[in-house]
């Protein structure tokens, strides 16, 4: 069933306290629950209805009084009080439930030994009946019983008030958060687990203990979660000045998860991935991803927790803010090309989605499922968002809307509305038609051309926008578009920007005296310009700064020109960009040569410009290893009227080989530069140095050339990180063979009892782009240590065999149907699971008719899984 923003309404009832008591048994776990029920308006009896799936329901007391058949309705998935007394009661519910047989991973359920669950967004109604929508707050407590010697930890949300010893080697544990909270944030935790064990003392003198539980051969390798949590909590008090509110901070790792982690009051839950590392076991990438996560959970805290959401259209108001809070973070942190990284990943993943069938405006208008929209729309164009009422705002601006935000709605939950408004009355701003952001899906085309006027010494800029039609929003608005430009000089430096002339006013650009060289244009007509006066000479404009809006820019410079910014720009982000502007056209300008003439040649300017970036010591090197990479083969198709696999994947790997070819001696001397044999370490300078050696490897192997073979193959046995050894296995991998064959076999021999990595050895295979890979992939689901039931298993091997397009889309429909057989039989397993991997199939119209007609086949068949908006 559909539900739409616009049918919102308040609840008859609140819930003002929750007592649960849970008895985890072999067989089946009974839950009693105790709530304490206010009706909205005082005398009217309205029926309550209860949501309920999966449960069966023992008994059923209001008042202490057991109701019988007729006083209520059991349905499949609700349970309906029809006439409840007027006034306060309190309601009483037996169930049961079987978390053994729960192979969803939702609600309640046992993973490798120990019971945990998972509440977020629609699931608390598989643990008990309640009202399961996050505007029902309330204050919990949770009751746990179960075998000692089976489940010795006995974990809920908030204090440990009581525990005991019971009868029959049983034991038990109270629990009992001070905070009202929606039940989606209600957690479970009961197993066999260990702890490492380390106290934060907040700015105002609170001693927090910390602990990280894991299985007990898991614990040496929670070190660097460990850091992550208190460097979080450090963050979140130094730039938002927020503090942690309570005296225990759990996390718990766990092997069987759906997503990467899950925020939870006090006792967040998270996939094992993003929690276990060590130097020997985990990638620079895992070890940021980490602290990224770590971040993400913990901040969700204020945004999220203290302050949550009204309803689910609301979720990217905890979500896109937090994001944005764990990108910032990373970054303080030391990650100095995290921007990069964050709009790659957008253009990568969210691009497509905003282009394809499933596109959906940040805020959705409506859901059937409402687990389906934890999309990167809602996650990372959300995070841009917030983004962009920091860079109208600068930063103290947005501080004060984030203090304002919470001063106004701590305890509440809220609209995105209520987001927008905070930042707007802290500030007294004009956001104009900003709103529209949370409305309209679709990337919007901003296209700019600029013109110089020697005499009359001015610089002209004019925009014009369109936002793309996408299923059910034939016709857009203008947005409201903060484009940071700059202007450079003929040397390259940034010229100070005087007054600009728009909408017939002339604004002063300057600033307290100080000259300025970044200003924010506020695009927000379909067509306008922006004129600025006293350039003394003609400029080349860097527009977009910071890519400071998620928008797509067509502008009208040149090759040189963006040569020129490639070698000149302050912007960092844009420096980057040029780069990649250039890669984008050549790549573009070879896919048409390939498909006329299957001929392809490498523009040498390109390869000067690139050579230069190499060369250049004073840029950072992580900045280096990411502006010599190409972008990616989806962000190339997603640019094509049609797009055709074969041949942007022809023409990636015939410019990565030209490349190293032509740049074979300054790769080897980095490669050679950059190696080091001292103890791993987890900082810029190390992580950047191993970027940039690990990058011109991948790029020498994809060469024919005996010496190469040899070095990668040196590299992989002398690494004494996974990061390094990772690498250098991936740089072999790439051509089919029996140095790739022995090197896997190696590979696997030596980390089969460590399934964090073997999930690495998985992905690395079944996303490669060798030719014919399906079938390695079907060999790869026989391999004794593959497990439909493990998500993380699941997305390794087969989300993985998607990311390779050319193998994915190949032209014989092989792909498709790989990914169609695997969906059907994991829907029945994990539909949400099995939901996440048709969303590799949001690209498919932008195919060829053969594809196209290959592809309805399989969305045909999944009609019978719930997720199709196709
Ligand atoms: N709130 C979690 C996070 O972003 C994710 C929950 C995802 N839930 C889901 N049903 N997909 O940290
Ligand atoms: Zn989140």
Redesign the pocket.
Known sequence: KEIFLKDYKLPDYYFDTVDLSFWLGEEKTTVSAKISVVPRVDGAASPLLLDGVDLKLISVKINGNELKEGDFNLESRHLILTSPPSGNFILETVTEILPQKNTSL?GLYKSSGNFCT?C??E?FRKITFYQDRPDIMAKYTCRIEADKSQYPVLLSNGNLIEQGELEGGNHFALWEDPFKKPCYLFALVAGQLESRDDTFTTSSGRTVNLKIWSAPQDLPKTEHAMYSLKAAMKWDEDVFGREYDLDIFNIVSVPDF??????NKSLNIFNSMFVLASPETARDADYAAILG?IG??YF?NWT?NRVTCRDWFQLSL??GL??FRDQEFSSDLGSTVKRISDVSMLRTNQFSEDAGPMAHPIRPHSYIK??NF?TATV?VKGAEVVRMYKTLLGNQGFRKGMDLYFQRHDGQAVTCEDFFAAMRDANNADFANFLLWYSQAGTPVVKVTSSYNAEARTFSLKFSQTVPPTPGQPVKEPMFIPVAAGLLDSSGKDMPLSSIYHDGKLESVTCGGQPVYTTILRVTKGEEEFIFSDVPQKPIPSLLRGYSAPIRLQSDLTDSDLFFLLAHDSDEFNRWEAGQILARKLMLSQVVNFQKSRDLVLDPQFVHGIRCVLLDSSLDKEFIAKAISLPSEGEIMDMMDVADPDAVHAVRKFIRKQLAFELKQELLNLVKENRSSEKYVFDHTNMARRALKNTALGYLASLEDEEITELVLQEYKTATNMTDQFSALAAIAQKPGKARDDALADFYNQWQHDYVVVNKWFALQSSSDIPGNVENVYKLLGHQAFDLKNPNKVYSVIGGFCASLVNFHKKDGSGYKFLGEMVLQLDKLNP?VAADLVSDFSRWKRYDETRQNLAKVLIFLFGGVRICRF
Do not use: I
């Not at 759906?258 to 925020?263: S, T, V």
């Open positions: 939702e998972q977020e967004a699931s759906n997503m990467g982690a899950m925020e996560v993400h959970e969700h999220g905890k979500e937090t994001v409402m687990d934890y996650y949400q």
